[in-house]
């Protein structure tokens, strides 16, 4: 490790789940704004962010799309709590093959929140702003993170080689060229 360290820009949104009251303004402003043109169109199965139902707590929960999942899940289990079922997928983030809940309606494409990046920065996520009782609530911080140092082309080819053979085969393969050449 040479030490070295850059910051990143971490967005996140918290949920309260007491205040979310389940108007899906949420689910209305993202795909709104997300539309082409933007805001021609309001659809909220295009929405990155999806309001479902905790059956087990009886609460309603704000989900936004993570990232996509280009496998299936095996997690098919359900219980039965309380006389509510409860399944595995509720509160699973991901874009998943198996399930349509974040998944481009026409194209079938996985959608992911992209914290509503735009040009000018907006000050908040649309989902945030238009959440009129405080159930979202959006908040930055910076990160240090180590720096990965930038691979040349021989470099990036030379490590995928050696995670790929092992070091000691590739430098016999560099060893043996070497004296061909
Ligand atoms: S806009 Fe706020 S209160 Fe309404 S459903 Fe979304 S998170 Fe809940
Ligand atoms: S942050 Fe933006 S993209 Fe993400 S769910 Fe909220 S409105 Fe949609």
């Keep these: 490790m040479n030490g070295r360290t850059k910051k990143?820009?971490?967005k996140e949104i918290k949920v309260n789940l007491d205040k979310c009251i389940g108007c899906r303004a949420c689910e209305v402003a993202c795909s709104g704004f997300h539309a082409t043109p933007k805001y021609s169109s309001?659809?909220?199965?295009?929405?990155?962010?999806?309001?479902?139902?905790?059956?087990?707590?009886?609460?309603?929960?704000?989900?936004?799309?993570?990232?996509?999942?280009s496998s299936e899940c095996?997690?098919?289990?359900?219980?039965?709590?309380d006389g509510k079922e409860y399944s595995?997928?509720?509160?699973?983030?991901?874009?998943?093959?198996?399930?349509?809940?974040?998944?481009?309606?026409?194209?079938?494409?996985?959608?992911?929140c992209d914290m509503c990046e735009d040009v000018p920065a907006l000050?908040?996520?649309?989902?945030v702003q238009v959440c009129r009782v405080g159930a979202l609530v959006y908040s930055e911080r910076e990160e240090e993170r180590e720096a990965k140092p930038k691979l040349g082309q021989m470099e990036f080819a030379l490590q995928t080689l050696v995670e790929k053979h092992g070091l000691e085969s590739?430098?016999?393969t560099v060893a043996r060229m070497a004296k061909k050449g």
């Design 42 to 69: 309001i659809n909220p199965a295009r929405s990155r962010i999806r309001v479902v139902t905790d059956l087990v707590n009886d609460v309603l929960v704000p989900i936004r799309a993570g990232d996509y999942a």
């Design 170 to 172: 590739v430098l016999d």
């Design 74 to 81: 095996t997690g098919r289990q359900s219980f039965t709590i």
């Design 123 to 127: 000050a908040e996520p649309m989902c």
């Design 8 to 10: 990143k820009l971490v």
């Design 88 to 112: 595995e997928c509720t509160f699973c983030t991901v874009s998943c093959p198996a399930r349509d809940l974040f998944r481009e309606p026409d194209s079938g494409l996985p959608l992911k």
